[in-house]
T-cell receptor
Framework: AQSVTQLGSHVSVSEGALVLLRCNYS??????LFWYVQYPNQGLQLLLK??????LVKGINGFEAEFKKSETSFHLTKPSAHMSDAAEYFC?????????????FGGGTRLMVKP | EAQVTQNPRYLITVTGKKLTVTCSQN?????MSWYRQDPGLGLRQIYY???????DKGDVPEGYKVSRKEKRNFPLILESPSPNQTSLYFC????????????FGSGTQLSVL
C-alpha cells in the first residue's frame, strides 16, 4: 500500500518568512500527489495536485510544490507567509495501487504564523 | 453552488445508541467516501462508494455501515457507537477515482459518551 509521511506535526514561522512543509511518500509506481488545506471548522480544500505533468506545481494562494522522484518527496513551499495561511495542511497520495481507496493522507502539519 | 452537505455538524450521544450522519452532494459525482480525522493520524478512510449500490471498505470500517441507494446520498451509520468512535467525520465526493480533487463536507464532530 502507498503511504505518506509529513515531517513535523507543527510548524511555526514569522509573517513574511518562507514556508516549507515536508511530505515524503512511498510508492512503487508514479503516484498522483495532492496538498489539501483545512482552515478551522472547515472541510479540506485542494491547494494543488501533481499528476505526472510538470514537476513544479503551482497552487492557490501562492503555494507551490515540487515533485522529486529521486527523493520521493513533494514538499510544499510559499516564499512569504501571511497570517491567513495559518491552517492545517495535508499531503495525500493516490494511484492505481490505491484502487478504490481514493486518497491516503499524511498525518497533517499545523502551520502557525507569528506576527 | 457545488457542495457536499453533512448533517449534523455536532452530535453527542451515548454508547450503544444508533445514529446516522447524512451526506449529500449536488455535483452528480459517482465516487463518495467517508473519512474520520484524529489528531496525528490525518484522515483515514472508513468506506467508499464507486456508484449506486456499490460500496466497499476503506482502512477503518469496523463499527460502521454505509448505503448508496441514490447517487447523491451516502449516509454513515453507527449501529452501536462506542467511545473510540469519538472523532471528526468528513464526507467527500469526486468525479474521478485518482486524478480529480475531492470535495469535502464541513465535517461532523461526534462525541460518544
Amino acid at each position: 500500500a502507498q503511504s505518506v509521511t509529513q515531517l513535523g506535526s507543527h510548524v511555526s514561522v514569522s509573517e513574511g518568512a518562507l514556508v516549507l512543509l515536508r511530505c515524503n511518500y512511498s510508492s512503487s509506481v508514479p503516484p498522483y500527489l495532492f496538498w489539501y488545506v483545512q482552515y478551522p471548522n472547515q472541510g479540506l480544500q485542494l491547494l494543488l495536485k501533481y499528476t505526472s505533468a510538470a514537476t513544479l506545481v503551482k497552487g492557490i494562494n501562492g503555494f507551490e510544490a515540487e515533485f522529486k522522484k529521486s527523493e520521493t518527496s513533494f514538499h510544499l513551499t510559499k516564499p512569504s507567509a501571511h497570517m491567513s495561511d495559518a491552517a492545517e495542511y495535508f499531503c495525500a497520495v493516490s494511484g492505481p495501487l490505491n484502487a478504490g481507496n481514493m486518497l491516503t493522507f499524511g498525518g497533517g502539519t499545523r502551520l502557525m504564523v507569528k506576527p | 453552488e457545488a457542495q457536499v452537505t453533512q448533517n449534523p455538524r455536532y452530535l453527542i450521544t451515548v454508547t450503544g445508541k444508533k445514529l446516522t450522519v447524512t451526506c449529500s452532494q449536488n455535483m452528480n459525482h459517482e465516487y463518495m467516501s467517508w473519512y474520520r480525522q484524529d489528531p496525528g493520524l490525518g484522515l483515514r478512510q472508513i468506506y467508499y462508494s464507486m456508484n449506486v449500490e456499490v460500496t466497499d471498505k476503506g482502512d477503518v470500517p469496523e463499527g460502521y455501515k454505509v448505503s448508496r441507494k441514490e447517487k447523491r446520498n451516502f449516509p454513515l451509520i453507527l449501529e452501536s457507537p462506542s467511545p473510540n468512535q469519538t472523532s471528526l467525520y468528513f464526507c467527500a465526493s469526486s468525479d474521478s477515482l485518482f486524478e480529480e480533487k475531492l470535495f469535502f463536507g464541513s465535517g461532523t464532530q461526534l462525541s460518544v459518551l
